[in-house]
Nanobody
Framework: QVQLVESGGGLVQAGGSLRLSCAAS????????MGWFRQAPGKEREFVAT????????YYADSVKARFTVSRDNAKNTVYLQMNSLKPEDTAVYYC?????????????????WGQGTPVTVSS
């Protein structure tokens, strides 16, 4: 069956960087958009970034634009989220997800497979 496993989360000081990875197994997703979402304590899950099947198109939430970069390696069936200049408000559990679409939905309802999440804590 399909599995998405996130890794790379942790504790970092404000201004620091982290790189999240999401490894997919069970089938290949080179024709599917993949996205990153996050959920902070007491808040709803929110869109962070998405990337098209080929990796040629990317979109970001305004709150992370110019700080985060999404990329993918289809040979490894893996998507990444490079997070720079982290802020305390970036603290959340980060989830990766796969959409049936090639590109590039920003609503969580348009994603069908989800990972278990990896926590990111940014201290001030």
């Amino acid at each position: 069956q399909v599995q998405l496993v996130e890794s790379g989360g942790g504790l970092v000081q404000a201004g620091g960087s982290l790189r999240l990875s999401c490894a997919a197994s069970g089938r290949t997703f080179s024709m599917n958009a993949m996205g990153w979402f996050r959920q902070a304590p007491g808040k709803e899950r929110e869109f962070v970034a998405t990337i098209s099947g080929s990796g040629g198109r990317t979109y970001y939430a305004d709150s992370v634009k110019a700080r985060f970069t999404v990329s993918r390696d289809n040979a490894k069936n893996t998507v990444y989220l490079q997070m720079n200049s982290l802020k305390p408000e970036d603290t959340a559990v980060y989830y990766c997800a796969v959409s049936p679409s090639y590109c590039c939905p920003s609503y969580s309802s348009e994603y069908v497979y989800w990972g278990q999440g990896t926590p990111v804590t940014v201290s001030s």
